[in-house]
């Protein structure tokens, strides 16, 4: 392994510690780091919203910004509007960031993944411009510094014929027009900022616009009291006659100026150019080999949408059958399959009941086609069965998550899945049917499925909110989801032991399904 | 139903953060230069002259009579030749380019000076053509900086060429 690969390993494995720790407050559908994108957004949303009103009460003109911004009361309305859109600015800056930084450590950048990763690269740039631009609209002496830092350091690039830091050298070389200009500058920039998110997530099915409604009240609430605890002010008009002495300075927005005076703008600029190009050519470093992607089968494909609607990516679309007429077929897009198998695990015709000797479903993984899960579940439980005397449990485990091999016995089979999302429900009642007393699914935490969306889909179609479920009058008693992340090297022993003495106190029997044995059966 | 202890953790991270960003949205204070410094700015963008050369009668003469004008003037500019001195000491030595492909657009310069507030002369010399040995436009001044003061040197033909401001 690379040096950098093994620099990554590391980080992934500090950041997975850090968001599962926060999982014990939050749990993972609260977790505002498991949803950093989400958060972000809903970030974006209180600036744009309150900006809205800031934008309405906003007087252009060198003295007029600065007194209209500047009457706001701390604790009026329009003030807490104000605060809120500069602390949510804050706290949107911050959220980008630690989401470019989560989706590093994570390795997500490759493949499937590429397109995400390079479209969020010029988001940065658009939201650092847009912030700096709004602090430049307050015209007060930290609107000034930054005007003339920012104008300096462009200036460095050779991009105009005259130093645009000429246009803030005197109270003379000001003009109200400048102030519209910026006005609409801090207008335009956000838009192509919420084009670019469009854009950013277009190719994502199921996108978490919002966190949850838990997170939005308590960020707001925290947001709202520190506005009233320490609202945000000007500082005092600007003169450009003179330099601004000590000034409350924002870190997350303008620390370019700062850097800029303590270093050079030429390695500033090299440091924005460099990072900017090293992001961009991560997705073109070596990288393992991409496994196969999903698999249609004409022939089985029923056109039902269930695979459309569970992908994750957006990877299949429906065309018209070319065979049977009226039908429609799943069509598989390789460059955005990630090879989840969450499409097979939708898929109606992955039951294993079907009497096929070799099990063809619509769409199937390559890597771990349901025959194979059929025939690898058939024989563990024919290996159960030997088992008389105790309580035999089969264990579907998600391969990323907490490893669960070592459960492995003479009365467990573990079978581990490309993802939980994979397992088709009908195969809980079949091992049941089989001769398990219980089935123990392992799927990863909550928010934290490698693909997004696996084991809440899983939790969905076992608790019969997603199509395929599990039929009506298999026993959810001898069922058990745990969710367990990798890390989590305790959590499948836990699990099993206490499903294990949950089961030994049922009735024997008394709720176990029929026995279905496929070789025996005489109907698909 | 979220434990009490969830609760707690909860109220916790979020009150640090909004502590983080409350904190890092206005401190700590910054100064760009220090408290008994002042700022002295040159910022000029100016034209340099065309090297100009009267036409001869027999030159004339060849022309069209349209297009008979008695000065042939390149399309180039000259280079500006710029020096500033504070204090007597060199602070600034250089020739200022024409921008433009053909070498016909403004030349510009910016530059920040930080001296000690108080008194300092200051002296700024410009030939804006180079063919010319002496410089054309001189200033020279004795100038008491408050600290924090901007004092900024420009250039302006019709207000005489050089001033601070």
């Not at chain 2, 009150?15 to 008994?36: C, L, M, N, T, V």
């Not at chain 2, 001189?138 to 008491?144: F, G, L, R």
């Amino acid at each position: 392994m690379t040096r950098p690969a093994t620099s990554r390993q590391g980080a992934k494995r500090l950041w997975s510690r850090v968001e599962e720790a926060f999982d014990a407050p939050f749990g993972g559908a609260d977790n505002p780091l498991r949803h950093l994108g989400a958060f972000g957004l809903y970030m974006l949303w209180i600036v744009v919203g309150s900006g809205l009103y800031l934008y309405a009460v906003l007087d252009t003109g060198i003295d007029a910004v600065y007194r209209s911004i500047g009457e706001l009361s701390p604790w009026s309305v329009g003030g807490l509007l104000r605060s809120l859109h500069r602390y949510a600015a804050d706290a949107f800056m911050l959220a980008m960031l630690l989401h470019l930084l989560r989706e590093w450590c994570l390795g997500r950048y490759h493949g499937f993944r590429r397109y995400s990763w390079l479209t969020g690269i010029p988001l940065i740039w658009l939201a650092f411009l847009a912030g700096i631009g709004g602090y430049w609209l307050v015209w007060d002496q930290l609107a000034q510094l930054s005007a003339i830092a920012s104008t300096e350091l462009l200036d460095w690039l050779p991009l105009f014929s005259e130093p645009a830091a000429r246009n803030f050298l005197s109270p003379a070389s000001l003009s109200d027009r400048l102030f519209t200009a910026l006005v609409l500058i801090h207008i335009g920039v956000p838009l192509l900022l919420i084009l670019g998110l469009w854009a950013h997530v277009h190719r994502i099915a199921h996108v978490d616009y919002l966190p949850s409604r838990r997170v939005m009240l308590a960020t707001l609430a925290a947001l709202l009291l520190l506005a009233l605890w320490q609202p945000a002010r000007s500082n005092p008009p600007a003169n450009l006659a003179t330099i601004p002495g000590a000034i409350g300075f924002d870190w997350f927005i303008l620390f370019i100026h700062p850097l800029t005076d303590f270093t050079s703008p030429a390695l500033v600029w090299s440091l924005l150019f460099g990072a900017t190009a090293l992001l961009l050519a991560l997705p073109l470093l070596p990288r393992p080999t991409a496994p196969p992607v999903a698999v249609v089968d004409p022939a089985n494909c029923s056109g039902c949408d269930r695979c459309l609607a569970d992908c994750p990516y957006a990877a299949i679309d429906m065309t018209p059958h070319p065979v049977r007429l009226g039908l429609r077929l799943a069509v598989v897009d390789a460059d955005l399959c990630a090879a989840c198998g969450i499409c097979a695990g939708a898929c109606p015709s992955s039951t294993p009941f079907r009497r096929q000797e070799t099990l063809r479903t619509g769409i199937d993984m390559p890597q771990q086609p349901v025959d194979a899960l059929r025939r690898q579940l058939e024989d563990e439980l024919a290996r159960l069965r030997r088992c008389a005397d105790s309580v035999r449990v089969v264990v579907f485990a998600c391969a990323r998550g907490a490893d669960a091999d070592t459960l492995a016995a003479a009365d467990t089979a573990v079978i581990p899945l490309l993802c939980a999302g994979l397992l088709p429900p009908a195969f809980i009642e079949y091992a049941l049917r089989g001769g398990a007393d219980g089935v123990l699914l392992g799927a990863c935490r909550a928010g934290g499925c490698e693909f997004r969306l696996g084991e809440r889909w899983l939790a969905e179609r076992i608790a019969g909110q997603r199509q395929p479920g599990l039929r009506r009058g298999v026993p959810v008693a001898r069922l058990q989801l745990t969710h367990a992340a990798a890390g989590d090297a305790d959590a499948p022993t836990l699990a099993l032991a206490d499903f294990r003495s949950r089961l030994n106190h049922r009735a024997a029997a008394l709720d176990k399904p029929p026995p279905y044995s496929r070789k025996a059966a005489h109907h698909a | 139903m979220l434990k009490p202890a969830a609760i707690v953790g909860q109220a916790l991270l979020y009150g640090a953060f909004a502590a983080f960003i409350g904190y890092f949205a206005s401190a700590p204070k910054y100064r760009q230069i220090a408290e008994d410094v002042a700022l002295i700015k040159l910022s000029i963008s100016h034209l340099g002259e065309r090297d100009c050369r009267k036409r001869t009668p027999d030159e004339l003469a060849k022309l069209p009579p349209n297009m008979r004008a008695p000065m042939d003037c390149p399309r180039e500019r000259s280079d500006i030749k710029l020096e500033v001195d504070i204090d007597g000491q060199p602070a600034l030595r250089t020739v200022l380019h024409p921008t433009g492909l053909y070498k016909d657009g403004i030349s510009t310069v910016y530059k920040r000076f930080e001296v000690k507030a108080g008194k300092h002369r200051l002296a700024v010399r410009m030939n804006d053509k180079l063919t010319r040995p002496n410089f054309n436009f001189v200033k020279e001044a004795e100038i008491d900086l408050a600290p924090a003061r901007v004092l900024v040197i420009d250039f302006n033909p019709d207000q005489g060429g050089l001033f601070f401001k």
